[in-house]
């Protein structure tokens, strides 16, 4: 059975400061023109950043699209100041965010975030051996961010509870709680 779809055209509707927006007309594999939009985000990276005493660091912040507070995992987009490298924009990241750094960094899985509509490919991180860092890096201007430390228990119970929404997150806790604790 064939998949692939063939662009017939192209055309860039909205270029702005975190993603771009491209308006494809397709051909199927059937033969019929169909419209696609697509949603281009850089690559970004997120971590599930474990303190020494089994708890792990979220970030309460405000989320424009969803007009509401979040509870996330540090995560941040690779930039041009990460030269490309996912592993550098995790270290930064976590530096930026939660003024830690991890004595080991590693990673967990690469994943598409939202398939259907977007491009962005986020490679989620475990930090552990957490401390603080040597030299804080400026964080973002546009961000304010208030970090608490949960429980496995106290996390699992939050999603339940639809306190915590966001799929990377929600994945980050999962996988924790299948990692062996011993």
């Known amino acids: 059975m064939q998949f692939e779809e063939r662009p017939v055209s192209s055309e860039t509707v909205f270029r702005g400061h975190l993603i771009e927006v491209e308006v494809q007309t397709v051909l199927t594999p059937q033969g019929r023109q169909a419209q696609r939009e697509i949603v281009h985000h ?3 990276v997120a971590l599930l950043a474990l303190t020494a005493d089994k708890q792990m660091i979220l970030e309460k912040q405000w989320r424009a699209p969803i007009a509401k507070t979040t509870l996330e995992i540090p995560a941040g ?3 041009s100041r990460d030269q490309a490298s996912a592993d550098h924009a995790a ?3 976590l530096n930026e965010e939660t003024r830690y750094q991890a004595d080991r960094l590693t990673k967990i899985a690469g994943f598409y975030t939202s398939v259907g509509c977007m491009d962005e490919y986020m490679t989620l991180y475990l930090a ?3 401390r603080p860092v040597d030299h ?3 964080q973002d201007a546009d961000e304010q961010l208030a970090l608490q430390t949960v429980t496995l228990d106290q996390a699992l119970a939050m999603i339940d509870r ?3 929404e966001d ?3 929600i994945m980050a806790i999962y996988y924790w709680r299948g990692m062996k604790n011993d």
């Open 91 to 93: 270290v930064r990241e």
């Open 128 to 130: 552990t051996g957490l």
């Open 162 to 164: 639809g306190e915590i």
């Open 42 to 44: 850089a690559p970004a």
């Open 77 to 79: 987009k690779v930039d």
């Open 167 to 169: 799929a990377k997150t």
């Open 136 to 138: 804080e890096l400026p």
